[in-house]
């Protein structure tokens, strides 16, 4: 036994908490995260996608995280310079919307302090509360190099922001026109298409009389927004609809206002909806829109900013959008121009932020002309040099997308977020560009001049991350060295807001792809397979996880319960998977220290006193070595921890301790034990290595007490190459063929129900010669392992009687029975389950055959007794066959 003092300290049970915060308090100490220029080394870089500064962790963030720094962290020890860029985004409306709930507990409004106190006001928010996640990330183990956080609206970035919109602007792909945005009432600003939310609602289609003008003559319309009837300019019908041909050109009367308004012919309008005629209200529908501009039709706005009517609504005038709705109806209803009302199901825009159903309006709105950007972004990745994972379930998405782009929306109506470049003269409306508020006016050299009021959309400032927190428009040595970025890991919600963007943005300002790898990860879902957010309440808060499993346990859960790019469908208890394996890791250590003299894992000066079992581990451990290695530079980061668990929990837990287990604890051979110990430490250090980058504090802390001369730290310590000298095919498969041996004599055992304390006796037959020297040359494995007394060949029929058998490859194995249970207590108690079973299974067939119950039960309960009964099968059909051993 050990005579290291030290092991009598190592307690019973792994304790995280004494473990995570002490490791990461001594990494940061370190630096180990720090990443600089370094020409020696090639560099790898990630930046985080920024989370919103009003962001407080949760699993998705747990799970995207986890894989960045399980890349990071493997790529550090492989050798390059690594570099986690970490930092956090403004989120104009996000954060705003929290600011102005806090004032309106408060009984303020940002009106209230107006637009300077309320953004320092943000700024205060900012700086209370805006660290939270990069706190949380800390917890989880990240290894960001922290010196370099960088936040969107921070002076410097800000400048970079100004100097793209400049620039675009500069080359005419930055406009402003009116045009039909998606309008959110109750943020009062410009949604991009891309923060709308579609929902189907249960609405109607009303039937709308429009009479004609000069004629005993009408037509009806259908629409679903009866109340933007008061913004019409046109009643629009197919050119080729017979029924309507006579009608095109004259004019229709608009009912309640009594304004005229044209009927025209547009190969848009679609014949069969309605009634093949449709009200033309520019203003207030993207369709519609896209008519008046063909028609020149006139574009009267019916609302104001909060979705009230104003004047141009006539008598309708500041009524809330709904109140006029049921105004309009109950209206036309009098004046009988109301024909019929259907019931009709469509899709409603919704903001994103705040729920509220979206207007479509017309507003005057900044715009970047996207065409141009999209092309290149289509090329790179249609010709592999940026590259998606998993590609084939993205590609496409990513294509449609860009192919069928439209104009970017990039102005806001808010007050927190980058206040756009552009000033205006007070006394003749010249518009200038630049960094700094003009001292006069370009034209009239008026010194009156104002900014535009609007900010830019925060994807507008995220499309520049990659490059801007390098440094970039100043050419700087990081922007060299780190871009392009190595590999983009995200959330696969955001390829179009950002993902595609900032591929367009990094070949226009930096002419190079701004990463070479997208890693798309898959969205975490509850049990039920609903997504989880805070309105359903079906979330499970990471540091909740944190406290009661360990950052460890939930890293590990994570990459274990999800397979790469797909969703995942988390519990609570899936954790029970990351917490036992690190109580395994923690007791295999535990075993081991107790059986050591001194931590030495140079295992190459035992070469001679191999076994087949030590050769067989060595193996394994250069083969786990070569596949994860391969399989995180290719980006199967969750098949990768599968096979390193297995590895460690199968292969070396489960049959390498367990073999070398009479060595350890034996004199005899001195040699063969330290062979052993020198060995299996080598393979349990190697084990904390792989796993370092998933479970990096429990694997720290193991191998701070197995290092050896003046290794530092598993953070730095070089990642191992494996070794294809000691992968050797042919050992794998006598291993393999051993532990079949083995397993088919340990479950006869549990079956037959045989005492362990009872040795049996094993019998083979077989005609291969290798296998014979096999069970002969490793017999004692057999014994020690399988709780075998004895091996013979088979000798006569003799040997068959009473006994239990069972097939490896071309080998027969006996275990006469005899001796080892009681033949005729053993054949009762088989004969009462086979008697139980059958009544069960008797029980679930005619509950199966009952219509009463397969008509009122759940599909799901049905389902389930149907897989009890197949169960109850397998079992009875196995209890028969152990029966008739017994003969
Ligand atoms: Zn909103
Ligand atoms: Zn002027």
């Known amino acids: 036994m050990s005579n290291n003092p030290d092991t009598k300290a190592i307690p019973k049970v792994y304790d995280p908490k004494k473990v995570e915060d002490h490791w990461y308090e001594k990494w940061l100490e370190k630096g180990y995260f720090d990443a600089n220029v370094n020409s020696e080394k090639k560099p790898y870089s990630i930046v985080i996608p920024p989370p919103n500064v009003t962001a407080a962790l949760h699993m998705g963030h747990a799970l995207n995280n986890t894989i960045q720094d399980v890349l990071i962290r493997f790529r550090r020890k492989q050798g390059w310079e690594a570099l986690w860029l970490p930092g956090t985004d403004h989120a104009g409306i996000a954060t705003q919307n929290v600011v102005e709930k806090q004032l309106r507990s408060e009984s303020l409004s940002r009106y209230d302090l107006g637009r300077e106190a309320f953004v320092k006001r943000v700024w205060e928010?900012?700086?209370?509360?805006?660290?939270?996640?990069?706190?949380?990330?800390?917890?989880?183990?990240?290894?960001?190099?922290?010196?370099?956080?960088r936040f969107t609206m921070e002076e410097k970035y800000s400048?970079?922001?100004?100097?793209?919109?400049?620039?675009?602007?500069?080359?005419?792909?930055?406009?402003k026109g009116k045009y039909i945005i998606n309008w959110c009432p109750r943020c009062s600003?410009?949604?991009?298409?891309?923060?709308?939310?579609?929902?189907?609602?249960?609405?109607?289609?009303?039937?709308?009389?429009y009479l004609i003008k000069d004629s005993n003559d009408h037509l009806v319309v259908a629409t679903t927004r009866p109340e933007t009837m008061l913004g019409d300019t046109a009643v629009a019908v197919h050119p080729d609809d017979k029924r309507f041909k006579n009608l095109i050109g004259k004019t229709a009367i608009l009912p309640l206002l009594n304004r005229e308004i044209p009927i025209i012919g547009d190969?848009?309008?679609?014949?069969?909806?309605?009634?093949?005629?449709?009200?033309?209200?520019?203003?207030?529908?993207?369709?519609?829109?896209?008519?008046?501009?063909?028609?020149?039709?006139?574009?009267?706005?019916?609302?104001?900013?909060?979705?009230?009517?104003?004047?141009?609504?006539?008598?309708?005038?500041?009524?809330?959008?709904?109140?006029?709705?049921?105004?309009?109806?109950?209206?036309?209803?009098?004046?009988?121009?109301?024909?019929?009302?259907?019931?009709?199901?469509?899709?409603?825009?919704?903001?994103?932020?705040?729920?509220?159903?979206?207007?479509?309006?017309?507003?005057?709105?900044?715009?970047?002309?996207m065409k141009d950007l999209a092309k290149p972004a289509l090329e790179v990745v249609k010709n592999g040099k940026t590259e998606l994972h998993p590609e084939e379930r993205w590609l496409k998405t990513y294509i449609n997308w860009l192919e069928n782009v439209r104009d970017w929306c990039i102005s806001r109506q808010l007050w927190w977020g980058h206040r756009i470049p552009v000033y205006y003269c007070e006394n003749c409306e010249h518009m200038m560009v630049a960094h700094q508020a003009p001292q006069k006016c370009g034209e009239c050299g008026s010194k009156k001049i104002y900014q535009d009021a609007d900010v830019l959309d925060t994807w507008f400032s995220s499309w520049l991350w990659p490059f801007a927190t390098l440094g970039w428009p100043e050419e700087t040595e990081d922007l060299k060295y780190f871009y392009p970025t190595s590999a983009l890991i995200t959330a696969a919600d955001i390829i179009f807001f950002w993902v595609s963007r900032m591929v367009m943005a990094g070949l226009e300002f930096m002419n190079e792809v701004p990463f070479k790898d997208v890693y798309l990860n898959g969205i975490v879902r509850d049990e039920t397979g609903l997504k989880m957010s805070k309105s359903y309440g079906n979330g499970i808060d990471p540091l909740e996880i944190i406290d009661e499993y360990s950052a460890d346990a939930m890293r590990f859960t994570l990459m274990m319960i999800g397979s790469d790019g797909q969703d995942i469908n988390l519990s609570k208890s899936h954790f029970e998977i990351g917490r036992n394996f690190s109580n395994k890791i923690w007791n295999a250590y535990r075993f081991l220290a107790m059986n050591l003299e001194e931590p030495n894992d140079n295992y190459m000066d035992y070469l001679e006193h191999f076994d087949i079992a030590d050769r067989w581990i060595l193996s394994r451990l250069n083969r786990t070595i070569a596949d994860a290695t391969k399989g995180l530079?290719?980006?199967?980061?969750?098949?990768?921890?599968?096979?390193?668990?297995?590895?460690?929990?199968?292969?070396?837990?489960?049959?390498?301790?367990?073999?070398?287990?009479?060595?350890?604890?034996?004199?005899?051979?001195?040699?063969?034990?330290?062979?052993?110990?020198?060995?299996?430490?080598?393979?349990?250090?190697?084990?904390?290595?792989?796993?370092?980058?998933?479970?990096?504090?429990?694997?720290?802390?193991?191998?701070?007490?197995?290092?050896?001369?003046?290794?530092?730290?598993?953070?730095?310590?070089?990642?191992?190459?494996?070794?294809?000298?000691?992968?050797?095919?042919?050992?794998?498969?006598?291993?393999?063929?051993?532990?079949?041996?083995?397993?088919?004599?340990?479950?006869?055992?549990?079956e037959m129900n045989v005492p362990p304390a009872k040795k049996a006796q094993l019998i083979f037959r077989t005609t291969d010669k290798a296998a014979e020297d096999m069970l002969h040359e490793h017999a004692h494995y057999l014994q020690q392992l399988g709780n075998i007394e004895s091996i013979r060949e088979f000798e006569s029929e003799n040997d068959l009687k009473s006994t239990a058998t069972a097939v490896v490859d071309n080998v027969e194995l006996f275990l006469p029975l005899a001796g080892l249970i009681d033949l005729e207590i053993e054949k009762q108690r088989m004969k009462k389950e086979i008697d139980r079973i059958t009544s069960q299974i008797q029980g679930l067939e005619k509950k199966l055959s009952n219509e009463n119950f397969l008509a009122k039960a759940p599909e799901k309960v049905v389902q389930q007794e149907k897989e009890k009964l197949s169960n109850f099968k397998q079992k009875l059909n196995k209890l028969h066959i152990n029966f008739d051993r017994l003969n």
């Open 125 to 149: 928010w900012r700086e209370k509360y805006g660290n939270t996640i990069i706190l949380q990330l800390k917890k989880m183990g990240c290894s960001c190099d922290w010196r370099r956080e």
């Open 633 to 750: 530079e290719d980006f199967r980061i969750n098949e990768t921890s599968k096979l390193i668990y297995h590895f460690f929990w199968d292969d070396f837990c489960d049959w390498y301790l367990e073999i070398i287990k009479t060595k350890l604890y034996s004199d005899e051979h001195p040699q063969i034990r330290q062979a052993a110990q020198v060995l299996a430490t080598h393979i349990l250090k190697s084990s904390m290595s792989l796993l370092h980058p998933y479970i990096p504090f429990i694997t720290e802390e193991i191998w701070q007490q197995l290092k050896t001369g003046d290794e530092e730290s598993l953070v730095i310590s070089e990642w191992q190459q494996a070794n294809p000298q000691f992968i050797d095919e042919a050992i794998e498969q006598k291993m393999d063929f051993l532990q079949r041996i083995i397993s088919s004599i340990r479950s006869i055992r549990s």
């Open 267 to 369: 190969p848009q309008v679609d014949p069969e909806f309605g009634t093949g005629a449709v009200k033309v209200t520019p203003a207030h529908d993207p369709n519609d829109f896209a008519i008046g501009q063909r028609h020149n039709l006139a574009q009267i706005n019916i609302m104001n900013e909060d979705a009230s009517l104003n004047a141009n609504a006539g008598w309708f005038v500041n009524l809330d959008r709904f109140e006029a709705r049921k105004k309009v109806i109950e209206e036309l209803k009098n004046q009988n121009l109301l024909l019929k009302i259907e019931k009709h199901t469509h899709n409603v825009g919704h903001c994103h932020r705040c729920g509220t159903m979206v207007e479509p309006y017309l507003s005057e709105q900044w715009f970047v002309r």
């Open 189 to 209: 600003t410009a949604l991009s298409d891309e923060e709308v939310e579609h929902k189907q609602v249960e609405g109607n289609l009303w039937y709308i009389k």
């Open 159 to 175: 400048y970079a922001v100004m100097e793209v919109f400049i620039r675009l602007y500069n080359k005419g792909l930055i406009y």
